[in-house]
């Protein structure tokens, strides 16, 4: 079986695959800290619960945009799964193009996605990754990354609100009540403004890479809080919240055909 790790800057995604389907999943919060030990009482237990335990698990893949996580997270598969772990940006082959100037800046979640999304989705295509930070990926239709827009994420620009202007609370990001773009309070306001700010952003910046781009493109949405957006904006065609671990599967696969 094989363990998916996955991990963003806000949370990280623990998944077992049995070789046919993803039988289990769990998220944690994002904490640069924990040590691969904590990661190993946390995950025995949760695999308990599954009916599973770590003897099971004989191969591991990991990609991360914490840097300082990775030391961790690759004693978690030397140590309690005896397994030398495929790491993206490390030691696993992609089998894409990165066609940017400076490929090594590339964040890991973004190569993956662009695999997760190639492999399903037909033609040249736009990832929109909606999480810490939002990132508009172009994706050839070859498979090559072409290049990136990325934004703040909307929960950082609402934190980032509140934190800068006094008399502001904190709010829950959510759909202004009927849809209404004029809020009639402070919290609504802000609603209003962050969410439809937000849609406009995403239309927008599809709309200039699509121009910029010169073909027809299809946009694809995932990430934490990518279905805010369905029925608000009309720029995303689908809406996938498996495109990472999908991509993590495909990279595994292909590092396990090599001769």
């Known amino acids: 079986m094989l363990l998916a790790i996955e991990q963003g800057n806000t949370n990280t995604l623990f998944a077992v695959h049995d070789g046919a389907t993803w039988i289990a999943q769990w998220r944690a919060a994002t904490d640069s800290s924990r040590t691969a030990d904590e990661y190993a009482v946390w995950l025995s237990q949760l695999l308990a619960m599954a009916g599973l335990q770590m003897g099971v698990m ?4 990991i990609s991360s945009v914490v840097p300082q ?35 090594s800046e590339a964040g890991a979640d973004r190569l993956i996605n662009s695999i997760g999304a190639h492999i399903v989705y037909p033609g040249d295509l736009i990832v929109i990754d909606s999480g810490t930070a939002t990132t508009f990926d172009v994706v050839a239709a070859d498979g090559g990354m072409e290049g990136c827009a990325i934004a703040p994420g909307i929960n950082l620009s609402m934190e980032a609100l509140h934190a800068a202007a006094a008399k502001l609370p904190r709010v829950a990001i959510q759909r ?39 073909k027809p493109m299809t946009v694809i949405g995932t990430g934490g809080v990518s279905s805010l957006f369905q029925g608000a904006t009309t720029s995303i065609d689908h809406f996938d919240p498996d495109l990472t671990i999908r991509g993590l599967l495909e990279v595994y696969r292909r590092n396990m055909a090599k001769p």
């Open 58 to 61: 004989d191969a591991c893949i």
């Open 69 to 103: 996580s990775i030391f961790n997270l690759r004693n978690l598969a030397r140590r309690y799964l005896q397994v030398e772990p495929l790491v993206i940006g490390e030691n696993a082959e992609l089998g894409i193009q990165v066609r940017i100037d400076k490929p």
């Open 176 to 214: 202004p009540q009927g849809n209404t773009s004029i809020g009639k309070d402070t919290v609504a306001a802000m609603q209003s403004g962050v969410f439809w700010g937000y849609v406009a952003l995403i239309d927008g910046l599809v709309a200039r890479i699509k121009g910029d781009w010169g």
